[in-house]
């Protein structure tokens, strides 16, 4: 029989001083946001807001970027040490102290990708695969991403976040590797992350079910329809805004929306916007400021270019510019 290529370690227990602390994961995980971003920089500039525009689904590219990226450098390909673990000597392994084969790993790290990437996602209008989406969406940000956050901070013990307890693996510090972890972890962080979830998806089957005639009383239907037909629109957003300022009240009605194309035409998209606001938002006419902020960029979940010019006008001043 040959012998194995394979590296043998040696199975020692680890002691729980030796699982990776608290401030010394965060800083791991920073620099791996620093790492995907620089690796999505140049890719958005490829790319431009022709093919990925800020305000749409487009984010959801930074998927093909960061699973790989975790994935892969967190399995038994990259010893379980992304570039962040790496420079603090850090390293994901299961309880054998073992790096994770590459299905778990990957596993691991779409669940921790998914809060991330959808956070942020946004649509033009709202239909049943919209409203679907935003089931999903709700679900991983406020429900996956709520118990990766609680679970990291209550569960001292390992400090196993949601993604470990899914997969059953450990950050330690990194000459722990081939270090058996002792049988510390319970499934009580698991089941309440369960539970979190649980909770979250049904606060959001009731949003998703009430969010249609939301909408229709925010941004009536015809108006959406009179927006989307400006060139460049990707999706809007209206917003009431009430400031106190030297004993006085101040409240403006603030529609933002997001424009594909170039910057020259963010002025006209403005003029389009309050016109439609003026004549089909209940609201904008009597408010004391009719503001239009239009937002251009691109945006891939990993990195994102936006930049935001606001045009701040009371109603009889965007009807005396529009000869309204």
Request: net charge positive.
């Amino acid at each position: 029989m040959e012998p194995s290529a394979e590296p043998v370690f040696e199975t020692r227990p680890v002691s729980s001083s030796r699982f990776a602390g608290f401030w010394r994961r965060i800083g791991a995980l920073f620099i791996d946001g620093l790492v995907l971003g620089a690796i999505g920089f140049p890719v958005g500039l490829l790319l431009g807001d022709r093919f990925a525009p800020a305000g749409t689904p487009a984010r959801l590219m930074g998927l093909l970027f960061v699973i790989p990226y975790l994935g892969l450098m967190g399995s038994e390909a990259g010893c379980g040490q992304t570039l962040g673990k790496r420079l603090l000597a850090l390293r994901v392994v299961d309880a054998n102290g073992q790096p994770l084969p590459a299905g778990r790993a990957f596993l691991r790290a779409t669940v921790l990708s998914l809060p991330w990437i959808f956070n942020g996602i946004r649509f033009g209008s709202i239909g049943s695969v919209v409203l679907a989406t935003l089931w999903v969406a709700g679900v991983l940000v406020f429900g996956a991403g709520g118990a990766i956050i609680g679970s990291y901070f209550l569960n001292r013990r390992t400090r196993q976040a949601f993604h470990d307890l899914v997969v059953g693996s450990y950050v330690i510090e990194a000459d722990g590797l081939g270090s058996r972890v002792p049988a510390t972890s319970t499934r009580r962080p698991l089941a309440a992350s369960a539970v979190w979830i649980g909770v979250v998806a049904a606060a959001a089957t009731a949003m998703v079910t009430i969010l249609p005639n939301l909408m229709a009383r925010e941004i009536p239907p015809v108006l959406m329809e009179s927006i989307a037909s400006i060139p460049g629109a990707s999706s809007m957003e209206i917003n009431r805004i009430t400031t106190w300022g030297g004993g006085r009240t101040s409240k403006a009605v603030v529609a933002v929306l997001w424009l594909r194309g170039p910057a020259d035409g963010a002025q006209q998209a403005s003029r389009e916007v309050a016109a439609a606001m003026l004549r089909l938002h209940p609201d904008a006419a009597d408010a004391p400021t009719l503001a239009v902020t239009v937002i251009r960029g691109w945006d891939i979940g990993i990195a994102s270019s936006t930049s935001a010019v606001n045009f701040v006008k009371t109603p009889a001043q965007w009807r005396a510019e529009l000869g309204m």
